[in-house]
């Protein structure tokens, strides 16, 4: 049982990536799924999160506008779509599970390795 973030790089301001989170032994549209950035030295945070059916996302505020998660059930993926990045976006990505879109993120769980992302010129 794994959850696997990946798609990261670098890109410049102003430019788009896509970030996936794959599940691996277990049903990914069981759970809801939250995107998560941390950066060296600073606290986790959530940047969005979509509900188990997919009918509901929940960004936080420097994500509304400029970030979309969506999910692939026949993939068993949950994508984040990133535009209009900002230097202070570089962080390293992670993807998670939980019952519900909760602010807690100690109620999310299979975090995995998270994904680099690098917004420089």
């Known amino acids: 049982v794994q959850l696997q973030a990946s798609g990261g790089g670098l890109v410049q301001p102003g430019g788009s990536l896509k970030l996936s989170c794959t599940a691996h032994g277990f049903t990914l549209g069981d759970y809801a799924v939250g995107w998560f950035r941390q950066v060296p030295g600073k606290e986790r945070e959530r940047v969005s999160c979509?509900?188990?059916?997919?009918?509901?996302?929940y960004p936080a505020d420097f994500a509304k506008g400029r970030f979309t998660v969506s999910r692939d059930d026949a993939k068993n993926t949950v994508d984040l779509q990133m535009s209009s990045l900002k230097p202070e976006d570089t962080a390293v990505y992670y993807c998670?599970?939980?019952?519900?879109?909760?602010?807690?993120?100690?109620?999310?769980?299979?975090w995995g390795h998270g994904t680099l992302v690098t917004v420089s010129s």
């Open positions: 998670a599970i939980n019952t519900i879109c909760g602010t807690t993120l100690f109620a999310y769980s299979y």
């Open positions: 979509i509900s188990n059916s997919g009918d509901r996302t």
